[in-house]
């Protein structure tokens, strides 16, 4: 919309019910909602979408990054309909799209492959066979896949079927299709893809390729461009296969050859994404261009602005993707408010890309992506730099995300090295995700000061709005006439309480004592634009830091890192929170119930499959905690679970032992 507003073209957004206040409605000229949240009568809704084209007199649909950006039907209606998809030929989107025709085509024009089954035959038995005869571990992958959707690697015979029937479901769920090849599982490579251009006039050309290789579910985190210690000379090879791929399928505006890379560099043709991809934005960093502005002149029928001599690279740039979810707890994606959402500021070698904005809501119907932050500099090292800078900037409170994690992985040696490859997080897992450490004293002491002087504000402000009615002898400061004040604060650090003694001195200070160590503090809080700041001294180091107090939290965020200091709920109040479980299985987010294994009477062993949840376009299998007898399924299929509702519960002892 920005690059669409720059060149004059008005646009018009297509929304479902739960996006109704989100932020891509706003921006846009018209907006028409088009059904309610589940994306099959939504935004998978290509009846609806054309019909709003027609009504707001659209020249043209832009699809976006997913749902139906590859779809060849969606292509093929438009065309019919008169209007333009901006976007490849439905043949390119077609013979790319479903993975075995493009194997075979890439084979032809003599791109290099991984081996694989890529067949008609979708038996159980036939895929197995395969697969033995590939060799275990395989991938077994969507044939119309991408994003991460409807891949599972199996490392063995005995997982085989498991794995298989999870992709199936996956990839019915994400593509309405559950056809599956199988290949060669590539130990550690690299994920190395290229951007492609094409034109109405048979030119193509490549604009450098991306290193995508850290990744956790099959999808992308932290991609960067060009990549870590590829020659000019293996980049030119790839370029050049690069195109050879698109124009073997007449291929027409962007899209993305994806290969996978070896220790020694060779590199074989994975597959290709026929739309923009997520992380187009380090491409347009280091060759200076911006590619939505040539998808539209290019399907306006304007010839690629640039010839491939004339396309440079400059410099290095890194983007992160910013999610919602809990990495401690393997990645779950989860949802909720955006009570606070602050950023570095943007600028020519930050950007922002991001669809919500503080207040906005992380919806369970769609991916949990909140963000991607993307940066440029003169060198890798220098972009890296400005990345972990600019993380530090990016702060978040009301729902988990993965900002500590990013900073974690950033700043790992062997990321920095560039030593980069796709099971680059379970190699490194320990150090990634190493224990957590208590939170240091000085920082337990800096969240005592902002809760004081947090209630002091609250208090003062009161005392403002009520001074008819305000007594002289209660002060909000602690300060007593000739006399000390010293109250406890009982503060939480994860699940370890930790008390405060706060002796409130006469000039404003406080001196507070944890455990047999004694701090001096002091300081301000005071606003800058619109976050709050806490501007503290203990022990005579001084520190600025943002302050957000928020459901019993305290959240500090200062360019070392951040720090979240809890308040204990009375005991009474989680007693009741955690009633009702009875021992069983509780849901980990918001989703619908898509698979219900057991019942009530069912003997269930420790970590047996209960039910599939399908979540922020995600399966995940809810498994049993323990061992014993079904007493109650409180969901059956198709239901929609609240995150922590109990799913299942069990019998207790005394009932089964009778």
């Not at 009570?339 to 904005?357: C, F, K, Y």
């Not at 919806?363 to 949990?368: F, G, M």
């Not at 939480?492 to 000039?507: H, K, P, Q």
């Not at 989680?574 to 009633?579: G, R, W, Y």
Request: charged residues 25%.
């Amino acid at each position: 919309m920005r690059t669409a507003r720059k060149m004059g073209v008005k646009s018009v957004a297509v929304y479902s019910e739960a996006d109704r206040n989100s932020m891509h409605v706003a921006m846009a000229d018209e907006a028409y909602c088009i059904g309610p949240a589940p994306s099959q009568q939504s935004y998978l809704a290509v009846e609806k979408i054309i019909q709003v084209a027609k009504t707001s007199a659209a020249q043209a649909i832009h699809p976006g990054y997913g749902f139906l950006s590859e779809n060849t039907e969606f292509a093929e209606l438009c065309k019919q309909e008169g209007i333009i998809f901006i976007g490849p030929p439905s043949s390119a989107i077609r013979d790319m799209g479903i993975k075995s025709t493009s194997k075979a085509i890439m084979s032809a024009a003599g791109v290099p492959v991984v081996e694989g089954y890529h067949g008609e035959d979708q038996s159980d038995q036939c895929l197995k066979e395969h697969a033995m005869r590939i060799g275990y571990p395989v991938m077994i992958k969507a044939v119309r896949g991408g994003g991460g959707k409807g891949m599972r690697i199996a490392h063995s015979e005995k997982e085989f079927l498991d794995q298989l029937e999870s992709a199936r479901r996956e990839a019915k769920k994400s593509f309405n299709d559950d056809a599956m090849l199988i290949e060669k599982f590539v130990d550690n490579p690299r994920h190395v893809e290229v951007q492609v251009f094409g034109d109405q006039h048979g030119n193509a050309v490549y604009l450098f390729e991306r290193d995508c290789s850290v990744q956790r579910r099959h999808q992308k985190i932290i991609e960067e461009a060009p990549g870590p210690g590829i020659s000019p000379e293996v980049r030119k090879r790839l370029g050049e296969a690069a195109v050879k791929a698109a124009k073997a399928v007449n291929y027409v505006g962007a899209g993305t050859v994806e290969f996978i890379m070896d220790s020694q560099h060779n590199f074989y043709f994975m597959e290709m994404n026929t739309r923009l991809q997520v992380e187009h934005p380090v491409t347009e960093m280091i060759t200076g261009t911006d590619l939505v502005e040539w998808q539209l002149r290019v399907a306006a029928g304007e010839k690629i602005p640039l010839m491939q001599e004339e396309i440079l690279l400059r410099g290095h740039a890194f983007e992160a993707r910013i999610y919602a979810e809990d990495p401690t707890n393997n990645f779950l994606p989860g949802a909720g408010p955006l009570v606070h959402l602050s950023t570095p500021p943007p600028d020519r070698d930050t950007r922002i890309e991001t669809g919500v904005r503080q207040g906005d809501e992380v919806s369970v119907h769609y991916d949990p992506m909140i963000a991607k932050l993307v940066v440029w500099a003169e060198d890798r090292e220098a972009a890296l730099r400005k990345l972990r800078y600019s993380l530090h900037q990016y702060n978040i409170v009301g729902l988990s995300t993965n900002i500590d994690f990013l900073l974690s992985l950033s700043g790992h040696p062997q990321f920095e090295a560039g030593n980069v490859h796709t099971n680059f997080i379970p190699q490194y897992h320990d150090d990634l995700f190493p224990a957590k450490k208590a939170t240091p004293l000085e920082v337990v002491c800096q969240a005592a000061l902002g809760l004081i002087l947090k209630e002091k504000m609250l208090s003062d402000a009161f005392r403002d709005q009520s001074s008819d009615k305000f007594s002289p002898f209660a002060s909000s400061t602690g300060r007593r006439i000739n006399i000390l004040y010293t109250r406890k604060l009982s503060l939480l650090d994860g699940e370890n309480i930790v008390d405060v003694a706060v002796t409130y001195n006469r000039e404003g200070s406080y001196n507070m004592q944890i455990q047999d160590k004694m701090f001096l503090v002091s300081g301000e809080i005071f606003n800058e634009g619109d976050s709050v700041y806490l501007r503290s001294s203990v022990n005579g180091i001084t520190c600025k830091s943002k302050l957000v107090i928020l459901d019993n939290t305290i959240h500090l965020f200062c360019p070392e890192g951040s720090a979240q200091v809890g308040l204990p709920v009375p005991g009474y109040l989680s007693a009741v929170s955690s009633a009702g479980t009875q021992g069983g299985a509780i849901a980990p987010m918001t989703g619908t119930v898509e698979k219900v294994f057991v019942k009530a009477g069912d003997k269930v062993e420790i970590g047996d499959p209960l039910m599939v949840m399908i979540a922020m376009k995600m399966e995940h299998t809810i498994r049993a905690p323990k061992a014993g007898v079904i007493k109650k399924v409180n969901f059956q299929e198709g239901a929609q679970a609240s995150r922590h509702a109990p799913l299942v519960e069990f019998m207790d002892e005394a009932a089964e032992s009778k």
